[in-house]
């Protein structure tokens, strides 16, 4: 079975852009996260979706969005971008969204210019 | 607030020594704590869950260990080998939705030959 995808891999922008980075999770999982992880820290909470329902929202301004789809894939929207949004992306995927494992993607790397 | 800490942030062993890597957390009202291992650039991949009701979990030679009371965790790696030189991370999961963990900075490991 394919395990959580991402696209794309990598992306370059310019400040001021939009940008939609995109998830599918695993076979059957019905709840989708997304992680901030900027170089050297540990990833930080954005979203999290469950049966196409926002779940939680962590601390981040409202230029951040996402949305789940009923065949439970998700996209994230970051508008205006700032070069403080350069980091790696994560996707991560669980079947319930209760405290189960949880199991990421490679992520996307976006670097705003 | 909930935080969680890994020390130390870098730790360099020669292959086939034991190592312990730490994580402490605040609140000590977890639902799982979950350790990771990251290689650079990549996503992140589930080693252990351990859920507040048990001490400690084992999969092949890696063991962890959870003490609630105390607000810490402990990985044991035995016999280390190169292939795992990576990135460490632990991350508590404070409201049981498998999702908006709270991740450490992690600990980067340098097993050398």
């Avoid at chain 1, 019905?30 to 992680?35: D, L, M, N, T």
């Avoid at chain 1, 789809?69 to 994560?90: C, H, I, Q, T, W």
């Avoid at chain 2, 001490?55 to 190169?82: C, F, H, M, V």
């Amino acid at each position: 079975d394919a395990g959580v995808t991402q696209s794309p891999t990598h992306l370059i922008k310019t400040r001021g852009q939009h940008v939609t980075l995109r998830c599918s999770p695993i076979s059957g999982h019905k709840s989708v996260s997304w992680y901030q992880q900027v170089l050297g820290q540990g990833p930080q909470f954005i979203f999290q979706y469950y049966e196409k329902e926002e779940r939680g929202r962590g601390n981040f301004p409202d230029r951040f969005s996402a949305r789940q789809f009923p065949n439970y894939s998700s996209e994230l929207n970051v508008n205006a971008l700032l070069l403080g949004d350069s980091a790696l992306y994560l996707c991560a995927s669980s079947l319930y969204g209760s405290s189960e494992k949880l199991f990421f993607g490679s992520g996307t790397q976006l670097s705003v210019l | 607030k909930q935080e969680v800490t890994q020390i130390p942030a870098a730790l360099s062993v020669p292959e086939g020594e034991n190592l312990v890597l730490n994580c402490s957390f605040t609140d000590s009202a977890i639902y799982n704590l979950q350790w990771f291992r990251q290689d650079p650039g990549k996503g992140l991949t589930s080693l252990l869950l351990i859920q507040s009701s048990q001490r400690e979990q084992t999969s092949g030679r890696l063991n962890a260990s959870l003490d609630k009371s105390s607000g810490r965790s402990t990985l044991y790696i035995a016999a280390s080998q190169p292939g795992d030189s990576a990135t460490y991370l632990c991350a508590v999961d404070y409201t049981g939705t498998a999702s908006k963990l709270t991740f450490g900075t992690g600990t980067r490991l340098q097993v050398t030959l």
